[in-house]
């Protein structure tokens, strides 16, 4: 969390790295992000949480950015 100071006031923002391959946003990516885009794969449209890469389609790349990061953040 970061605190900015400015005139008379102050302002608390909370600021969260995102990691690639992280659908539900934990910052692991694990297991469930995996099974995520495995049961997602092949939709398309636009807002899909397992649409990583934004290109409107749960395909091979939005599972590679999984795969690739596989247990990045987890402990």
């Given at each position: 969390?970061?605190?900015i100071?400015?005139p008379?006031?102050?302002?608390y923002i909370?600021?969260?790295?995102?990691?690639?391959?992280?659908?539900?946003?934990n910052?692991?990516v694990?297991d469930?992000?995996?099974?995520?885009?495995?049961?997602?794969?092949?939709?398309t449209?636009?807002g899909?949480?397992e649409?990583?890469?934004g290109?409107?389609t749960?395909d091979?790349a939005?599972?590679?950015?999984?795969?690739f990061?596989?247990?990045?953040g987890c402990?």
């Amino acid at each position: 969390m970061q605190t900015i100071f400015g005139p008379g006031n102050f302002h608390y923002i909370e600021r969260y790295d995102i990691l690639p391959g992280d659908v539900d946003r934990n910052a692991c990516v694990d297991d469930a992000d995996l099974l995520r885009v495995l049961f997602a794969f092949g939709q398309t449209g636009s807002g899909l949480p397992e649409d990583l890469n934004g290109d409107n389609t749960v395909d091979d790349a939005d599972l590679l950015l999984v795969l690739f990061n596989f247990g990045s953040g987890c402990e």
